[in-house]
């Protein structure tokens, strides 16, 4: 593979305890502002970008962040790319809605480098069944557990559009693939973009694979592997603050117990009268 075609780490620090879906409306309603921003130099900006918020049951929420020519052209959306066409949001819907997926918000389009965006959300029962809704085939997912880990396993396939004509696209616009982990990441395949040495995580537990749009137009390889731990962070986060919290009562107590046996033999501690 060459190395435009090579995948990419962003190390990022993130605890996910819960689902995107029980946050209140208002951090979601902020990380679709964030994207929505990403044009105006506050992130990095992605042409398609595919973000999966896993969970330990292979249940996920998928949010898709994308310029409607890129899924035309890489999803075989039926939209129309013109920037100042119609958008229609429930074509969207019906493009995603699929047994087991449940299309949660199509947000209203934003403009960057002369397209249009938007950001669609999606509840997966299933992330092994996803391939099987259009706009992600021909891709494979696999969710494999085992008694202590679990694998999780993408592979993307050929773009399954049609040409979408001169939309200003220079070939050397990003398109990012991340797995957002409910645990500890025990080993994963993300390769650095440069040049392709592994690519790092650092504290988070995110996972971005990352190509050209120019190699995913041509349906260079892309296969995700990575295997974390089968229990989450938040419930080993609650038992180590649990088992905190007991020591630091059970060694207050003690402390107390003992400034009493001490204020006693001082005599500062009354005893009480004799009967």
């Known amino acids: 593979m060459s190395e435009s075609g090579r995948s990419v780490a962003v190390s990022q620090y993130i605890i996910r305890p819960v689902r995107l879906r029980q946050l209140p409306p208002l951090l979601v309603a902020a990380a679709i502002a964030s994207a929505a921003c990403a044009g105006l130099g506050f992130g990095r900006d992605y ?92 891709a494979t997912f696999r969710f494999t557990r085992s008694d202590d880990t679990i694998q999780y396993e993408e592979t993307v396939g050929p773009p399954t559009g049609r040409p979408v004509g001169d939309v200003g696209w220079t070939g050397g616009e990003l ?58 962070i938040l419930r080993t986060t609650l038992w180590l603050f649990g088992v905190s919290t007991v020591a630091a009562l059970l060694l207050l107590a003690g402390w107390i117990a003992w400034m009493v046996r001490r204020g006693r033999k001082s005599g500062l501690v009354a005893r009480p009268p004799a009967a």
């Open 47 to 138: 042409e398609y970008e595919e973000q999966i918020y896993l969970d330990l049951d292979g249940s996920a929420t998928v949010i898709v962040n994308a310029s409607i020519a890129a899924l035309v052209a890489l999803r075989g959306l039926d939209l129309n790319p013109d920037p100042n066409a119609r958008f229609d949001p429930g074509a969207v819907r019906a493009a995603y809605a699929a047994p087991g997926v449940r299309v949660g918000r199509v947000s209203r389009p934003w403009s960057r480098h002369g397209r249009r965006f938007v950001q669609v959300r999606l509840d997966v029962d299933d992330i092994r069944r996803l391939g099987a809704d259009p706009p992600f085939a021909p």
């Open 175 to 232: 398109v990012a693939f991340r797995a957002h982990m409910p645990s500890r990441v025990l080993y994963h395949n993300v390769r650095n973009l440069a040049d392709g040495s592994p690519g790092d995580i650092g504290r988070g537990n995110i996972l971005s694979w990352e190509q050209t749009l120019k190699d995913r137009l041509r349906g260079a390889p892309l296969d995700m592997d990575a295997r974390i731990e089968a229990s989450s």
